[in-house]
């Protein structure tokens, strides 16, 4: 790798050299030879540096990528062992809880039923919200419009947050395109109207039954997770959200408690 590096140093400078060397003949009012020599000399010292830094970052970046990998290996595992044994886990962690759980019952069967709503609708959304938008890019002819219509899929798992970050490199392709000229007006406003029909259309049809959270409530429910995990915690934000809106309306309160007081005052 090192030398591979080093290759591609020397050709670029050989280039560099080729294209700049001819500056001081064609114009030897503004360069001169001794000036093209200090930059050169510059430029080869920066770039041995620049070679060294990336070497050494691929070096040190090899133990991440394994993880990654073992990851990609052991959560599909884990995933298919859960599913199969379901019953056999659950019934073993049941055994360690009291027999009469009517409250964890209760929380239990909301987030099983919120859980499925959840994951059901989002790969729904995803998949919609990323084929309308790659037909709607293609069709206006915006460069990569395959991969800015996965983004855009994939952006509506984390709600408002992803649309925010994913806005950024459809501006800047379509800048880079066309610039400021009516094509990039067209696709930021039909980009705007996608995500508007998200939102306000596609989302209340598919979570109808599903987790019924605040923005206010999802948007701090990233920042705290997401502070505390980083990237585990936004993604996990909605479902932990919704874990503790669960208990909360599972949780006794007064007006619940009340009748049973009474009855027991009465007896």
Known sequence: MHICSKRVILLFLEQAQQF???LPEKYPELVTAEQLGQVISMAQAELAGLGQTLVTRSLASIPGILTVMVYMILIPLLVFFFLK?????????????????PLLRRI???????????ARGKALEVIIVGLVTYSAFAWLGLNYAALLGLLVGLSVIIPYIGAALVTLPVVMVGFFQWGFGNE????????????????????????????????????????FFGGIWGLWGVFFAIPLATLIKAIINAWPTQESTAPEAKQLTLT
């Open 85 to 101: 044994d379901r019953e056999q886990i659950t019934d073993w962690l049941a055994a360690f809880l009291p027999p009469e759980r």
């Open 20 to 22: 700049f060397g001819v």
């Open 184 to 223: 990039f007006y067209t696709v930021f406003v039909v980009y705007v109207i996608i995500q508007g029909l998200d939102g306000n259309v596609l989302v209340p049809l598919l979570f109808s039954e599903a987790v019924n959270l605040h923005p206010v409530a999802i948007i701090l429910a990233v920042l």
């Open 108 to 118: 239990w069967g909301e987030m099983n039923m919120q859980f499925a709503n959840y």
